[in-house]
Structures are given as structure tokens and as C-alpha cells.
């Protein structure tokens, strides 16, 4: 075989054991590492010659199901260079042996001796695009015994680290989690919403409200199902425009040209029972615990993982002082789907999660005197974390308001709810001097629920950095939502703690279809919703670190 003015680029995946990146800050579980396996399919698509060719695809599965036809994690990693790629694993059964030296032709030319020189992947590869998710297609693991010569020799499999543990073959993560009679503390504060600076850590400090758990639960299971990644790893620009005569045309922005990320949801669910002595107006969030979601690794190439964090978004409009109670409960339908597309944010799909239902539990005030507006929802945030060749990092974030409830309490009922047509004795109690009630307004008590609606809303987010390059050259991000929906649970005065006696398990409707709006896209770069005059910053200063 002749590969004569080229560079040949030699591809064996062999089993060494490579230590997984760290993942960006996640308390990772124990991931399912991929092992180079071989498609039983692909034995059969073997060429009868060998040709020159300029890409090759190789396969890794968490285990062999060659034997058992069973479903399999597995990811395939494609790799194309400018170069001939020659993968000693797509043309085995041409060879009798191999043997490394200095590069040579045997004289007859039917023999070609080549020397290994390790590389990394950017250097080898141009592209590069991963894809995982669980299959049934037929995969053997590779034991580099295949060899003609050598068919009966039985070398060691890929070394996998001891501390895995049993549990990581499962597709699914358990979500279940319980908070019964707890007051948060002012540390477990994430947020102060719309404030200038984050909450300081190291000093105490005031908090407008005293709120806590009767019982806070979640319970489901969520799975980091599928996904992929289309890397061009030839913008990754190291070298300073300034040396190459001019602009290259290289943007981190383009670094990922295509892809998604696919989570499914099954039984997922929350009951939020809560009591709340607000002094002050104010909106928070609060985490309830953090659980990681199995992810996986793929040796030498990069490793992805994934946490799931519940979160409690409430807000308040308060004149008077007082104690409420209240919550929600809300189940999200089996096999709910959030798919996020990485450079095409507005095509990200939900399916089932916008069908959440939702039951309202009883609100109870200890006050007579008192007008409130209360804002309560369960907010899990979900970010996925990746990290390739330890050169790019990249995260997708989906925020979920699913759902939210908002609700306005009132004692003055007189004119919050009586209208022209109500009459009544003035004399009555909780009667207004100058506003005469009905019947059916006095019946509601000293406060009344004048209103409440139900929201869900989906917000998603891809950010991409190299960490090697300084800040803030080396990152680029976007931000999305792709859903949102409202409905009027009351529309009318009603008794708040049997409001929503006839609510149980409401589904908000979906939104009138209409046709999102045409906005520019961000030119050169595969993200749909770069702001222009961010996106003119980037390549400013992008420009400007290059010309140092």
C-alpha cells in the first residue's frame, strides 16, 4: 500500500487507562466509563482493499452486549483530518503483523513500516464529533487480539479504575429527597433577586423573611439520555494573529458547530409545604440539596456529568406583618423530554415537562390586617458539564419554573372583591363602613384569596470556554427560553384555604402557536443568539489578544 506526499495519520484505540477530567465544579457521581469497542455491524462494512481515507469512527460502550442483545451506553466518537487517516482497526484482517520502526517501503512495496509518534487529538484531528446515548446495536469489546498472526493471543482488557461503583450501569438517577420541619438559614440563601452584589458568605446578615420546610420532597428519576457534539478543534486559535500575516478568521464561537443534549424525566414529582413571616418586600431562591446524575467518560477524549438541584423561587409583596402557610404539589408526565440544541437555542424542544400538573395546597394567614402578594415555584436547575482533550469546556444549563404560583391575598375585601351589585347590612362583621358586602363575601372570613395563576416556563443556556486561554478571551455564551405558558387558577374572591379544593392536578394550557420573529443571527458562528454588539466585543478583543 502507497500513501505517497502525505503525512500519514495511524489511529489505534488502545486501553490505556487515562484519569478523567475534573469536572467544572460538579460533586460528580461515580461515572460509567466507556471502554474502545468494536460494532459488530461494522465487521461486515469492511473494504476488501485499503484506500486512502480522511476520517474514521470509533466506538466505546460501557459494556459488551455482543452476546446478549441488550441496551448499552455507548458513544461514537468521529474524527476527520486534512490529513490520510489510516485506523489499524479498520484493516486488521489485511494484516498478519505489525511492527514499529522508522518509517520505510520493503522493496517489493507490499510492506510499509511506521514509526508511533503520540499526539494529542487537536493535533491529530480537525474535527472531531461525539454522540452518545443507549443502543441495541451489537458491540464487542476490544481486546487487540485479532490480529492474524496472533488470533490466539489473549491481551488485557482497557484498565478501568476500582472505585467505580456497581450502581453506574443504570440509565436513571434517583431524585428522591425529603426536608421535614427545617427554618433555612440565611446561608442557604443563593440569591437575593435583582440585588447588585451576591450574598457574602463569611458575615452575617439580615434576611426579610423567616421561611422553612413543613416538608419539602422530591422524588422521579432523571437521565442524561443522549446527546452530541460537533467540535472543529481547528478554531481553536493558540497562535496570535500578529504571527500568521493577519486575522485567521478563527472565533471560539464557532468552536462547536452543531449538536444537542437530551434529558429524560420519569415520575418526577415535589411537594412543597411551606410557612413563611416575611417583614419586608423581597424575592429569593433557595437549593434544597444537590444530587449528582451519572454521567460518563471516554479515555484520552473527555468526560461529561451532570447535577440536578431543586430549587424554592418565592416572592413577596407584604404591608403588615404575618405568617403564611402554603405550597404546591406538581408531577411531571413519564418520559418528559428537554432537548437542547447547542448552536440553534430556539429549536430546543419540551415534550411532556409543559404538562406538569399542579395542585395547590391550602393558604392559611395568621393576621387580620394585611395585604400580600406571594410568589412560589419549583425551580430545579439542571447544568450539564463536559470537557474534552482538556482543552474545551462546555455547559448546558436548563432552569424550569415548573410550576410557578402567584397569588394575592387581601383583607380588604370590600374593595378587592365587592362589586356595584353587592349589598349588604353595613353593620355586619368584617363589613366596610363606606362599602356594603354580599352575603358570600362575608362567608369568605377576615381575608380573602382575590386571585391566582400558574406559570411554567423553561429557560436554557449554553456556555463554551478553553481554559487555556485568559478571560475574557476564552468563553462565549447564550441564553434562551423556549417555553412559557399562564393560566388563571381564581379569578374571583374565594376563601384561601378552600381556593383550590376543586384544583386538584391542574394542567396549564399551552400558548397560542405563533411564529417567533426573524432575528439576525450572529454571523460566522454557530449560535442563533449572540447579541450583535456582544458578538462584535468578542471579536474585538479576541482580535486585540491576538495582536499583542
Known sequence: MHFLHALVVVVATLGNNVDAIAERGLEAKPQRVLRAATKRSDLYRRSVRITKKFETEMAYVENENAWSDASTFASQVKVSSQKPVFALEEHEHHLKSVDVTDVSFAEDGEALDLSVKKTTWRQAFDRMNVTFGHTTDDHIVRRHADFAMTRSKRQNRIAIPQNISEDVNTALFDLSSEIVDKTFASKDFLEILGAVVPLPEDLPIAVPIEIGCKRCATTGQLALNQGAFNIDLSQIDLIPDIFQGGDDGKEIASVISGG???????????????????????????????????????????????????????????????????????????????????????????????????????????????????????????????????????????????????????????????????????????????????????????????????????????????????????????????????????????????????SSGIAIPAPPVVAPPVLPSASGTGFDHLNGQQQQQQQRAHKLLCQF
Open 260 to 502: 444537542f443534549v437530551e434529558l429524560v424525566a420519569t415520575g418526577v414529582g415535589a411537594r412543597l409545604d411551606l410557612f413563611a413571616r416575611p417583614s419586608a418586600n423581597g424575592a429569593f431562591e433557595i437549593a434544597l440539596i444537590q444530587l449528582p446524575i451519572a454521567g460518563f467518560v471516554i479515555p484520552g477524549i473527555g468526560n461529561a456529568g451532570a447535577v440536578f438541584e431543586p430549587r424554592i423561587a418565592f416572592e413577596f409583596e407584604v404591608s403588615g406583618g404575618l405568617e403564611v402557610n402554603y405550597g404546591l404539589e406538581l408531577n411531571v408526565p413519564e418520559n418528559s423530554r428537554l432537548r437542547v440544541e447547542l448552536t440553534d437555542l430556539g429549536s430546543s424542544s419540551l415534550v411532556g415537562f409543559q404538562d406538569t400538573t399542579l395542585t395547590a395546597l391550602p393558604v392559611t394567614v395568621n393576621i387580620t390586617d394585611v395585604d400580600v402578594t406571594l410568589g412560589l415555584a419549583f425551580k430545579p436547575t439542571i447544568p450539564v458539564g463536559f470537557d474534552f482533550l482538556g482543552q474545551l469546556s462546555a455547559e448546558v444549563t436548563a432552569t424550569l419554573d415548573l410550576p410557578r404560583l402567584d397569588a394575592k391575598l387581601s383583607t380588604n375585601i370590600a374593595e378587592n372583591c365587592a362589586s356595584g351589585d353587592n349589598a349588604t347590612n353595613p353593620s355586619a362583621p368584617y363589613a366596610n363602613s363606606t362599602t356594603q358586602l354580599s352575603p358570600d363575601l362575608i362567608q369568605l372570613g377576615p381575608i380573602a384569596l382575590v386571585e391566582a395563576n400558574v406559570s411554567i416556563s423553561c429557560d436554557v443556556s449554553f456556555n463554551a470556554s478553553i481554559p487555556i486561554l485568559p478571560p475574557p478571551f476564552n468563553s462565549v455564551g447564550v441564553a434562551r427560553n423556549i417555553f412559557k405558558a399562564e393560566f388563571p387558577l381564581v379569578s374571583e374572591c374565594k376563601s384561601p384555604e378552600t381556593a383550590f379544593d376543586n
